[in-house]
């Protein structure tokens, strides 16, 4: 249940935490989002002194957005049918009981979770080249969901 303080201008990033991912989140995205004056968090905010579940709740109680990165993780019964790692639809799930702005990407091929399909939810290529397009529709995403007030007759 979110605590009735007003939400700060933040964002929680689920992610799965392995080589293909970081750079993704831990440098481009963290500092894309920090730049437009956002605080970022994912679970490596998560303080110590605490069981983790709980305290990365807390960190998306505290967030006014959620972002969810579904990446080829695991395969299934290697039939090209892949699926995030378990921390990212619980994550998700978190961010929905809270009645947050949900935004996901999914590398095309994984399974989405069928809580997400009714939210901001929307195919990306994993891959540097394609990181341009990734940030412009990021910033269109969070101008939808009113979590980014910028003025472009661009965008």
Not at 123 to 133: A, C, D, L, M, T
Request: net charge positive.
């Amino acid at each position: 249940m979110t605590s009735g303080k007003p939400k700060r201008k933040s964002i929680f990033i689920s992610y799965a935490d392995d080589e293909k991912n970081r750079p993704l989140v831990e440098i481009l995205l963290r500092r894309f989002l920090t730049e437009l004056g956002f605080r970022v968090y994912t679970f490596k905010d998560a303080r110590s002194d605490n069981i983790l579940q709980k305290e990365i709740s807390r960190l998306i109680d505290e967030c006014s957005g959620f972002l969810a990165f579904l990446t080829k993780d695991i395969e299934e019964d290697s039939v090209a049918n892949w699926h995030p790692r378990g921390n990212i639809p619980s994550e998700i799930a978190t961010a929905l009981a809270l009645h947050h702005n949900v935004i996901i990407y999914h590398e095309r091929g994984v399974s989405i979770p069928s809580n997400t399909k009714s939210y901001y939810c929307r195919p990306f290529v994993n891959n540097p080249n394609s990181y341009g397009e990734l940030l412009i529709d990021l910033v269109k995403a969070l101008k939808n969901q009113n979590l980014l007030h910028i003025q472009s007759s661009n965008l």
